[in-house]
């Protein structure tokens, strides 16, 4: 006999019963004697008897899942007594929303570092035409005529247009 008391060997659910468990046992292989202790949180929630009814309810393959999940959300009850997995639910989800938006962040970025990269690109590519023999020898454009107007001591810059009443 072991320190707790009962069969060293038995599963977790027989352990729990305080009965011999025999090779007939059906939960025998899903909730060892090790996870104990998972055991007790996932029977507080759910008891043996519903956790009988939903390993018989899903296809053999699916059994350890089954356990596994059942073992989990007991263990979050246990540790949130309030919201259980839905916490762990929301707290994922609103981690994923954080990402998404570093990301977003993170796009935007580099979209602006990539069309700083293409400007670049295209000024070269301006610099080099305009360094091309055939524009080198016409002559630059004149300049706009630019007539200086004064208006209560500002000084402003206006285009000549002839043709045009001044008020």
Do not use: W
């Not at 006999?1 to 011999?20: D, I, L, V």
């Not at 043996?48 to 899942?65: G, T, W, Y």
Request: with cysteine; proline share 7%; hydrophobic share 30%.
């Amino acid at each position: 006999m072991n320190r707790e008391g009962g069969n060293p060997s038995a599963c977790s659910s027989c352990k729990h019963q305080r009965k011999k468990c025999d090779q007939n046992c059906e939960l025998a292989p899903y909730f060892p004697a090790s996870r104990y202790h998972e055991f007790q949180n996932a029977h507080r929630l759910f008891g043996v008897s519903n956790i009988l009814k939903i390993m018989n309810a899903v296809e053999p393959s699916q059994r350890q899942a089954t356990a596994e999940s059942i073992l989990m959300e007991g263990n979050a009850r246990r540790n949130d007594p309030v919201n259980g997995c839905l916490g762990i639910i929301s707290n994922l989800k609103s981690q994923v929303e954080f990402y998404e938006k570093q990301l977003n962040i993170a796009n935007q970025h580099l979209a602006i570092y990539r069309g700083r990269e293409k400007l670049g690109q295209q000024n070269q590519k301006l610099e080099n035409l305009a360094n091309t023999p055939s524009f080198a020898s016409k002559p630059p454009l004149a300049p706009t005529p630019v007539q200086h107007d004064q208006i209560d001591g500002f000084k402003l810059l206006s285009p000549i247009l002839p043709n045009l009443v001044r008020l």
